[in-house]
């Protein structure tokens, strides 16, 4: 990787080496901390809240339909792989490779939301919702409300990702992209393997704990 | 770094991460309801699990693996503080 | 197949930026330029008159504020114009009292102090310290700019909606803040959270752009340890914000929660808990302390070098204790929680993590003193500035001491010992640096010089009447007069002293006014002002080695870096300055830029 270094042309007439990664890059890894730092927020929230009400939580399963969010969860772990597929395939210059890859990427993560909403609805319907004056369900409120919370946000994400998506496979059809120059694609898959990386996270917390 | 270990290690076998992440996620669904664990074992086992997914992730689809240390340095610093915020606020919480 | 290396060199790389061809037609139309600019000179000037708007509106509040308690019960002059529901024939209501607590609080804070340091002087000087013709992301730069004035707007609105702006302090602790039952206001606190979490949003994107330019960006020759105080300081703040902001809005979301849709997070009833609240808000909070500070240290040490043509002292020492003190603001906020309740284990530890950051904060001081010490002094306007940033920076420090001691704080918390412990470092230290920073740089972005007459007669005037205000209430909150209080008249042991509240009102009513100078200088100078040499303080940086007013790309080609930013009197040299552009005997110049590119082509 030194190698960007021209060495033999004299330090001096190049700018400070950096970080070594372009700045896209390092703009949108330097965005991902101060999402850590979000999300750390939030669970630490949730986790602080769960340990003073235990009473407040059901058992894992009890409320939450749990078969449908492990498939959905199996969807967002696909769609990570055919992310990085799309990468790789415009790292070798592949259009037509990235092209399909971005669409079964934006196909997949639409289809997380969507599943998402639907289990929203559902769940509105047994009477697990955040607010404390009607909450019906099992558990207590501060359950529904750290529930809808945190997975409202990853959602958020992930909708707002599918939309980076959609603009970059738009991109992509344009032919905006290309062996020299696929940073674009590079820093969406970044931010969406996070969003993965995140569910990850929340799925075992919120749903199996 | 020579040319063919870091033709090898750029392209890492996707489809490979991909069924580890599968495998990782049924073993903490079958941890979480068939184990019966007692629960700190069952709460730590989850845990640990999450944080391996999560670092196949981050290492291999982010390419981590594959940036300069730098980089992963300036990644890994901050995570403490995430974490001390969660044990902080954790201690209010008893 | 592809290797790493070729990934970096295919991808746009960080040399490639467009350098101005020399002497092109600047052809962008008015609102490209002026409005909707992507120039980092122009969204630093844009913050500057966006934060001098709110710290003037701050400004208003706090003598608002100032006349209920100097003259409590008396009908303030123009009182009228609030109508009824805010003050009754001229009296301030005690509702309308704790808005404009709140109000002063939180436009100060996000709005006027934080905009001027990290805003302002974060696009002013980080590229053309780093050598470079713009920030790394300009349009992501100019997004920042357009989402803090929805911000903004939408906090200055809320004193019209009905019941007011919120009430419930700049800390916002629920459930004071959560139940509009308590403070009587409703939609004002949930303004607020949209506010503080849109603004958040800025500020993020404002941090992004800075650590990438500083880290990817900075010219040949240009390592870290020639890089120059403010940019360190404004680096290591822009990780701070990074960092610390997304806590404050991911809190702010949670009470907006609690306010619209009824969950209860931070209310005990069912289960919910305040200290929740007031961690995740410290957790922001006490960084936040140091975003507010450390800009200030880097823009003081800059000026008292050049004030003292002296190299600074202990340059790498300076950067050390920046560092270290933003390492240690993370774990300190617990000291703003002694009083709550809280875990008494985690009160000591913080106790003493607090006492640490007097050594950090001490060797700047002594720093500055070393580098002022038998310097050839010139008090220039900036560095009048400068010099009481530091000597009101040690009163503040010191009385921080004071507070972050357990036994002591259980006495002086929430008087107005801490409101004078806070205004000696935001007014005493970080305004007085901002004014510093103003003067020293306006040349360099409009091309005139203020009028040195007006800035001393500002500066002296700002700097007594600051003390006659703020420096009574060290007395008054150990006496007990308690902060954010609306009437001190009410009780008997106030009423005494309440004479010292009607100088420190008067003496308020001045150091406003003094302000106004400063807007008259401004308004004057750029109107009338002396136009402005390239580099009018003989200093080293690369933007004085530019034209006054700095031309739209910066350089005209990529600049070099030979030395630090600190060389003053050097023994080899006849000037008193060294630029660090300049090469010295010895130092080739290496090929320009197109010769470069034509070399690695070929």
Request: aromatic share 16%; charged share 10%; with cysteine.
């Amino acid at each position: 990787m030194s190698a960007t270094r021209a060495d033999s042309i004299g330090a001096t007439d190049r700018p400070m080496e950096g970080l070594g990664v372009y700045n896209l890059k390092l703009g949108m890894w330097v965005f991902l901390l101060s999402e850590v730092m979000f999300f750390a927020s939030l669970i630490g929230a949730y986790i602080v809240l769960r340990f003073a009400n235990p009473e407040q939580w059901a058992e894992p399963g009890a409320v939450l339909n749990v078969p449908l969010t492990a498939f959905n969860t199996f969807m967002l772990i696909c769609s990570s792989v055919t992310m990085v597929k799309a990468f790789a395939a415009i790292e070798h210059g592949d259009q037509r490779g990235l092209r399909r890859w971005l669409l079964a990427t934006v196909v997949l993560g639409a289809a997380f939301v969507s599943i998402q909403v639907f289990e929203y609805i559902e769940l509105a319907h047994h009477g697990f919702v955040p607010m404390v004056s009607q909450y019906a369900a099992e558990g207590g409120p501060l359950y529904g409300a750290t529930f809808y919370t945190l997975t409202g946000f990853h959602g958020a994400h992930v909708t707002i990702g599918v939309l980076a998506l959609i603009f970059t496979a738009v991109k992509a059809f344009r032919g905006g992209y290309s062996e020299y120059d696929y940073g674009g694609v590079e820093i969406v898959g970044l931010y969406w393997h996070f969003v993965d990386l995140v569910w990850i996270i929340l799925f075992t917390i919120v749903y199996l704990i | 770094m020579t040319a063919e270990e870091s033709q090898e290690s750029s392209t890492p076998n996707y489809y490979l991460v991909w069924f580890y992440l599968l495998v990782l996620t049924v073993a903490e669904v079958g941890v979480a309801f068939i184990s019966g664990l007692p629960e700190t074992w069952l709460i730590l086992i989850l845990l640990a699990l999450a944080v391996w997914k999560a670092a196949l992730v981050a290492m291999y689809y982010m390419h981590l693996k594959f940036e300069p240390p730098r980089l992963v340095l300036t990644v890994i610093a901050p995570l403490p503080l995430a974490i001390l915020i969660t044990i902080v606020v954790l201690m209010e919480g008893f | 197949m592809t290797t790493t290396a070729t990934t970096a060199e295919r991808v746009p790389n960080v040399s490639v930026q467009h350098w101005a061809e020399p002497g092109h037609e600047d052809d962008r139309s008015f609102w490209r330029k002026y409005v909707f600019s992507t120039d980092h000179k122009v969204i630093g000037s844009q913050f500057l008159f966006l934060s001098l708007f709110f710290l003037f509106v701050g400004g208003a509040l706090a003598m608002m504020m100032r006349w209920q308690l100097g003259f409590p019960g008396e009908p303030m002059p123009g009182g009228g114009v609030f109508g009824q529901a805010k003050a009754v024939q001229g009296i301030l209501l005690p509702e309308f009292y704790n808005s404009l607590v709140t109000m002063h609080g939180t436009f100060m804070i996000f709005f006027a102090i934080m905009p001027l340091l990290v805003g302002v002087f974060g696009n002013w000087l980080i590229p053309l310290h780093v050598g470079a013709a713009d920030m790394a992301f300009p349009r992501l730069n100019m997004a920042s700019f357009w989402t803090a004035v929805p911000a903004g707007v939408l906090m200055l609105a809320s004193f019209w909606v009905t019941g007011g702006a919120a009430g419930a302090g700049w800390t916002a602790y629920p459930p004071l803040s959560a139940v509009p039952e308590f403070s009587g206001v409703s939609m004002g606190q949930k303004l607020w959270c949209v506010s503080i979490a849109v603004l958040g949003f800025s500020s993020l994107m404002g941090a992004v752009n800075y650590i990438t330019t500083i880290v990817n960006m900075r010219a040949p020759g240009l390592g870290w340890m020639r890089l120059s105080l403010p940019v360190w300081a404004l680096f290591i703040t822009a990780i701070l914000i990074l960092l610390a902001i997304p806590v404050l809005t991911g809190a702010a979301i949670l009470l907006l929660f609690d306010q619209t849709i009824g969950t209860a997070f931070f209310l005990p009833e069912a289960g919910g808990q305040p200290l929740l609240w007031q961690h995740l808000f410290w957790y922001f909070g006490h960084p936040e302390v140091y975003i507010l500070i450390l800009p200030a240290m880097g823009i003081a040490s800059e000026v008292i070098a050049n004030g003292s043509r002296k190299p600074i002292f202990g340059y790498r020492f300076m950067v050390a204790a920046i560092v270290t003190i933003a390492f240690l603001g993370w774990i300190v906020w617990g000291h703003h929680m002694f009083q709550s309740g809280m875990n008494p284990l985690l009160g000591t530890s913080f106790m003493f993590s607090t006492m640490v950051i007097a050594v950090p904060s001490a060797i700047k001081t002594f720093n500055w003193l070393g580098t002022m010490w038998r310097g050839d002094l010139h008090f220039h306007v900036p560095m009048l500035n400068a010099v009481a940033f530091v000597a009101m920076f040690i009163i503040g420090g010191l009385s921080g001491i004071f507070m972050a001691s357990t036994p002591i704080d259980i006495y002086i918390h929430d008087t107005y010992f801490i409101v004078a412990h806070l205004h000696y470092v935001l007014f005493g230290g970080s305004l007085f640096a901002i004014f510093a920073g103003i003067y020293f740089w306006f040349p360099k972005f409009f091309g005139k010089m203020l009028n040195p007459t007006l800035g001393k007669i500002h500066f002296w005037t700002s700097f007594v009447f600051f003390n006659l205000v703020f420096f009574p209430m060290h007395n008054i909150g150990l006496k007990g007069h308690m902060r954010r209080i609306y009437d001190p008249t009410q009780y008997e042991w106030l009423a005494e002293i309440q004479p010292m509240n009607t100088f420190m009102s008067v003496s308020a009513f001045l150091l406003g006014t003094a302000q106004l100078l400063f807007l008259a200088n401004i308004v004057w100078s750029l109107w009338k002002g002396e136009d402005a040499p390239p580099n009018p303080w003989k200093a080293n940086t690369l933007e004085w080695s530019i034209p006054s007013p700095a031309p739209h790309g910066n350089f005209e080609e990529m600049p070099t870096v030979y030395r630090g930013p600190y060389e003053y009197s050097a023994p080899e040299r006849e000037e008193d300055h060294w630029p660090m552009g300049e090469p010295g005997p010895g130092e080739e110049r290496p090929p320009p830029e197109e010769q470069r590119r034509k070399e690695a082509a070929g």
